[in-house]
């Protein structure tokens, strides 16, 4: 049925379309696609015994398990299209949202453990089509979370300026295979760029960026906070606290913190903290600690002790030339007095 609705989410694609977008994302489980001609369609989980109106495919199974599932794809176009279907490992972008592996890649886990039973459908205009595939996690398979996605692609596009547009549409598959569950973080290569004012009466701002990576085999979600303290624990202060984007096991990302107030107080110390917990559960617990160090020298307050040294060295020097000067104009003085007043040698 064509909804209001679903020509919204049509005309929306369609410019992230023209944009070059691969259109594969962690909240869309049943979108339309559309290419320059108006080509739209639409895919979503399939209503079964493994649930009813499902936003994506999450499943918990024990190494060795199978499951059959199906996934629906939907042609709103006034013609046919014949569709690529394919299962692809996931993997987290520049921007921390889920990607897929394009087909001529090779998977490593749900991708390989997921079988269609076709590999390529044709959907008549405004009919939809159910595919079924069976998802089999191998006995050896370790334990933790996984994440991919079953694909439909009609493959590439020219936009007409030359950009080739992978036109695909997926829908998440989430997978936590049973046993033991390890959450573990890890930050490193902290690097701080301290900026001070040249007023004394005015802080600085530094600079805190770091790497964290997801060492565990759960994903994982937290906050992040960046706490200093001056010398002798002057000047200590928290950054805001920050979310940390969901983690897949194995992901890393360059995070980057600015820090307002931090003081000239000689050396300045602090920590980035991070607590967070597996996706779906709520309470947080540490998972890393990295401290920090960094010289905050008070270079306008040396700069103007330098300079009322200088003087007062200066001074000095000068009154200490003048003395000199007034001690070498005095003994001339008396020498001459001296010399006036010694009498004549005898004949």
């Given amino acids: 049925m064509d909804t209001p609705a679903r020509r919204a989410a049509a005309a929306l694609l369609a410019v992230l379309a023209l944009a070059g977008a691969t259109l594969v994302g962690w909240t869309l489980p049943a979108t339309a696609a559309t290419e320059p001609d108006e080509v739209t369609w639409s895919v979503q989980t399939a209503d079964n015994a493994n649930g009813q109106s499902r936003p994506n495919y999450q499943y918990e199974l024990v190494p060795g398990q199978t499951l059959d599932d199906a996934i629906v794809v939907t042609n709103y176009s006034d013609r046919a299209l ?119 009466w005015q802080p600085g701002n530094a600079t805190v960026t770091f790497t964290l990576e997801n060492t565990g085999n759960v994903r994982l979600t937290g906050t992040q906070t960046v706490g200093f303290a001056g010398l002798l624990g002057l000047g200590g202060r928290s950054a805001v606290s920050v979310d940390v984007e969901e983690m897949l096991p194995g992901s890393s990302f360059e995070r980057t913190v600015e820090l307002e107030g931090v003081w000239p107080l000689l050396r300045t110390t602090g920590t980035v903290a991070v607590d967070g917990a597996p996706v779906g559960e709520e309470d947080e617990r540490p998972l890393a600690r990295e401290a920090f160090a960094l010289w905050t020298v008070p270079w306008s307050v040396l700069a103007g002790l330098a300079v009322v040294v200088a003087a007062v060295v200066l001074s000095r020097l000068r009154a200490r030339r003048r003395r000199q000067a007034e001690d070498r104009r005095v003994a001339a003085a008396v020498a001459a007095a001296v010399a006036a007043q010694e009498p004549a040698p005898l004949p």
Wanted: charged share 20%.
């Fill in 82 to 200: 014949t569709f690529a279907v394919y299962a692809a490992d996931g993997f987290l972008n520049e921007v921390a949202q889920l990607d897929l592996l394009p087909a001529g890649e090779q998977s490593e886990h749900v991708g390989q453990w997921v079988t269609l039973a076709a590999d390529e459908v044709t959907v008549g205009a405004g009919e939809a089509v159910s595919i079924d595939f069976r998802l089999t996690v191998p006995p050896n398979a370790t334990p933790g979370d996984y994440a991919g996605g079953i694909v439909t692609s009609l493959g590439p596009a020219d936009t007409g300026e030359g950009v080739q547009v992978d036109r695909r549409l997926g829908s998440r598959l989430l997978l936590r295979v049973g046993g033991d569950l390890s959450p573990s973080l890890t930050v490193s290569d902290v690097e701080v760029d301290h900026r001070g004012s040249w007023l004394p």
